[in-house]
């Protein structure tokens, strides 16, 4: 059974860091892309950054670009998030999701960032 | 970035009828390799989404087959057939062809009559 479980959210000052996790089990980790996708209280979902299988390349939406870096571990079967200079607007459920067909396909419960001053 | 908007923005429907969801996207999201990169995501109330169609029209894996997904371009749907108490919550596409980002369509909220 494929599993992700994020941590490492919590709150953080506005211009703060945080370092989210996720750790996956049930699949072939190193064979997957896998990327972030986040969700403003009651807002919709905004993907957020993706990594291919080698982490060699990672891929950003524009307004974390230069503030948010993913990244993993194949040998841990570990992803995640790098997040500098935390904005209010950041403040969100963040989900660890596995893609397949080019596209989330299954999905972590999520863990919550409240980024406030 | 392609901008993906859905409609209607909100829907009630009753037991075992049928519903439906428009996605459309500011430009073809037909990929270069000729494949349509749009996706179908359902999310309860609470709890994360799941994907239910990929490219366009493929079920995953224990979607049921009351889910179907049509269109092509700019213009896609999500088909309920028999809308079940279960299938209340949020309905997003997504589109990948032209990323990044993936960019999500606002959400379609279904709720039953």
């Known amino acids: 059974e494929v599993q992700l479980v994020e941590s490492g959210g919590g709150l953080v000052q506005t211009g703060g860091s945080l370092r989210l996790s996720c750790a996956v089990s049930?699949?072939?980790?190193?064979?997957?892309?896998m990327s972030w996708v986040r969700q403003a209280p009651g807002k919709g979902l905004e993907w957020v950054a993706n990594?291919?299988?080698?982490?060699?390349?990672?891929f950003y939406v524009d307004s974390v670009k230069g503030r948010f870096t993913i990244s993993r571990d194949n040998a841990k079967n570990s992803l995640y998030l790098q997040m500098n200079r935390l904005r209010d607007d950041d403040t969100a459920v963040y989900y660890c999701?596995?893609?397949?067909?080019?596209?989330?396909?299954?999905w972590g419960p999520g863990t919550l960032v409240t980024v406030s001053s | 970035d392609a901008v993906l908007t859905q409609s209607p923005l909100s829907l009630s429907v009753t037991l075992g009828q049928p519903a439906s969801i428009s996605c459309r996207s500011s430009q073809s999201l037909v990929h270069r390799d000729g494949t349509t990169h749009l996706y179908w995501f359902h999310q309860r109330p609470g709890q994360s989404p799941r994907r239910l169609i990929y490219k366009v029209s493929n079920r995953d894996s224990g979607v049921p087959d009351r889910f179907s997904g049509s269109g092509s371009g700019t213009d896609f749907t999500l088909r309920i057939s028999r809308v079940e108490a279960e299938d209340v919550g949020i309905y997003y596409c997504m589109q990948g062809t032209y990323w990044p980002p993936h960019t999500f369509g606002p959400g379609t909220k279904v709720d039953i009559k």
């Open positions: 999701t596995r893609e397949l067909y080019g596209a989330p396909e299954d």
């Open positions: 990594i291919n299988q080698g982490g060699s390349e990672g």
């Open positions: 049930g699949f072939t980790f190193s064979g997957y892309w």
